[in-house]
C-alpha cells in the first residue's frame, strides 16, 4: 500500500506532477489514483485532488472507491445534494459498502436532520468492521438531538470497549451532567481506572464528580493520583488549588496554583484565583499585583477587573476605584456587572450623569436589578432631570411592579413639576406598602409635611 501522507515514498505523486508538468496523459491503477487524491485532500490541495479525480474517472470510470473520493470532495465544497445524489447512484452499484452510509449520514446530519442520520449510521453498523467509530458517531446525532440518554448509552459502549478513548470519555460524562446522574459516573470511571489505573484525565474528572457532590477528601485524593499518573498535568493541580481554597487552605492552594504556572504558559485565570486567595490571606498588596497580572496576560478578564474594581470600593479608594473601572469598560463595554459598578462608583462619587449613563447601558444590556434603577432615578433627580426621572421610573415599575421605592420617587418628580394631586396619589399607595424611607425624606424634604 502506498504512503499516502510522504511524497518521497509514494512514486505515484511524482509520476502524476511529471506528467501535468508535460502534458502526457499516463495510465494509473485505480490504487494509485485512490493513494494520490487521498495525498492532495490530506493535504488541503484541492484543485490537484480534483484534477486527479477527472483522470482517474476517465479511466476507470464507475468504480466505486474513486466515486466515493468525488463525494466527498462535493462534500468539502459543500455540495450536498449533488453529493447524495452520487452516493444513491454508488449504493446501487454497491449495496452494502459502508461508507456509502457514513457519507450520506454525515449529509443529512449537516442538514440538522439528525434522526435520518442515525437511521443511516445504523445502516452503516451492520456493514463495519470499526464499531467503535460508528457508536461514537451515532452518540454525536443523539447529543444533536440533546437526548442524553441514548448519547450515553452509544459513548458507553466506546468507552467500554477503549478506556483509552477520552474525547468519548468527555463526551460520556457530559451526558451523566445533563441527565445529573454523578454517581453513575462516578462508577463508569472507577471501572475504567481498573482497566487503567494511571489514567490521569479519569483522575481528573473523576475528582471533580467528588467535588460536585461535596466529597472533598475523595476529591483531594483523585486530585493527587491525577499528579501522580502525570506530575505535568496543568489542569489537575488548578483543580486541586481550587478545592483547597473551599477548604480553607489557602497557602497550600497557592502552591498549587503556582506549579501550574511554572508548568506552563502564564494563564490569566490562574493569577486571579491566586489573587483572590491572597485578598482570603490579607496579603492585599499581593492581591492587587496578580489581578494586574491577570488583567495584563487578558486584558478582557472580566472576573479580574471586578475583583480589583471591588477591592478599591471595599477600601473606599473611588479614585483608584474609578479609574479601574473606565479602564475594564474599555476592553469589556458589553459586561453589565461592570456598568453596574460604575454606577455604582460615580454616585458614590456625586458625578451623576456618569452614574446615569453607567446604570442606563446597564439597563440596555438587559439587566434590571432594583439598586440600579434606584441609582438611575436618584441620580436623574439630583440633576433635577425631572421628566427623565419619571419615564425611568415609570420603565423600573415595569420589572418592579408597584415598588414603592420608586413610587415614592414617582411622587415626588410629579410634585416637583407641579402634578402634585398625581403625586399624592402615588405618594399614599407607596405609604400603603412602606412606610415613608429617610433616604427618600433627604431627597424630597417636603414629603415631612405631608
Known amino acids: 500500500m502506498f504512503d499516502q501522507f510522504s511524497e518521497d515514498n509514494n512514486p505515484s505523486i511524482t509520476k502524476f ?6 502534458n502526457q496523459v499516463l495510465f494509473f491503477d485505480a490504487l494509485e489514483f485512490e493513494s494520490i487524491i487521498h495525498h492532495y485532500i490530506d493535504f488541503s490541495q484541492f484543485k490537484l485532488a ?17 466515486m466515493l473520493l468525488e463525494s466527498e470532495l462535493l462534500l468539502f465544497d459543500g455540495s450536498f445534494d449533488e453529493a447524495e445524489s452520487l452516493l444513491l447512484e454508488i449504493e446501487q452499484l454497491s449495496p452494502y459498502h459502508e461508507e456509502v452510509f457514513l457519507q450520506r449520514a454525515s449529509i443529512f446530519s449537516k442538514k440538522k436532520n439528525h434522526t435520518l442520520a442515525i437511521e443511516l449510521l445504523e445502516k452503516a453498523l451492520d456493514l463495519t468492521d470499526d464499531e467503535v467509530e460508528v457508536w461514537n458517531l451515532i452518540g454525536m446525532e443523539y447529543l444533536f438531538l440533546e ?44 471501572n475504567i481506572l481498573e482497566t487503567n489505573p494511571y489514567s490521569e484525565i479519569a483522575w481528573h474528572q473523576l475528582g471533580k464528580l467528588y467535588v460536585n457532590i461535596e466529597k472533598h477528601e475523595e476529591a483531594l485524593s483523585a486530585f493527587e493520583f491525577a499528579i501522580i499518573s502525570d506530575d505535568s498535568f496543568t489542569g489537575a493541580y488548578i483543580e486541586k488549588g481550587k478545592l483547597l481554597e473551599k477548604m480553607g487552605r489557602i497557602n497550600e492552594a497557592i502552591d498549587n496554583y503556582e506549579i501550574s504556572l511554572q508548568l506552563n504558559d502564564p494563564n490569566a485565570y490562574v493569577n486571579h484565583r491566586i489573587g483572590k486567595s491572597h485578598l482570603k490571606l490579607g496579603n492585599d498588596d499581593l492581591a492587587v499585583q496578580f489581578f494586574k497580572k491577570s488583567i495584563k496576560l487578558e486584558p478582557n478578564h472580566e472576573k479580574s477587573w471586578i475583583s480589583l474594581v471591588d477591592f478599591f470600593i471595599k477600601k473606599k479608594e473611588y479614585l483608584k476605584a474609578q479609574y479601574y473601572v473606565r479602564k475594564s469598560i474599555l476592553a469589556n463595554g458589553d459586561s453589565a456587572d461592570l456598568w453596574r459598578k460604575s454606577g ?22 438587559d439587566q434590571h436589578d432594583l439598586k440600579t434603577w434606584v441609582i438611575w432615578m436618584d441620580s436623574l433627580i439630583h440633576l433635577k432631570e425631572w421628566d427623565q426621572a419619571i419615564e425611568v421610573g415609570e ?22 413639576i407641579g402634578m402634585k394631586k398625581e403625586g399624592l396619589k402615588l405618594f399614599e399607595k407607596a405609604k400603603q406598602n412602606l412606610p415613608l424611607p429617610s433616604k427618600i425624606n433627604s431627597l424630597f424634604p417636603e414629603f415631612k409635611n405631608i
Open 17 to 22: 506532477e511529471q506528467m501535468l508538468k508535460t
Open 50 to 66: 480534483r484534477k486527479a479525480l477527472k483522470m482517474a474517472m476517465a479511466q476507470h470510470p464507475k468504480n466505486v472507491e474513486l
Open 147 to 190: 437526548d442524553y440518554f441514548r448519547a450515553k448509552n452509544y459513548f458507553l459502549k466506546c468507552v467500554e470497549e477503549n478506556p483509552y478513548d477520552y474525547q468519548s470519555l468527555y463526551n460520556l460524562l457530559y451526558c451523566y451532567e445533563q441527565l445529573e446522574e454523578d454517581i453513575e459516573a462516578i462508577v463508569t470511571l472507577n
Open 344 to 365: 455604582e462608583i460615580h454616585f458614590e462619587m456625586n458625578f451623576y450623569e456618569e452614574a446615569a449613563l453607567a446604570c442606563e447601558n446597564q439597563v440596555n444590556l
Open 395 to 416: 420603565k423600573a415599575l415595569e420589572h418592579h411592579n408597584n415598588k414603592a421605592s420608586f413610587l415614592y420617587r414617582l411622587a415626588g418628580c410629579k410634585i416637583r
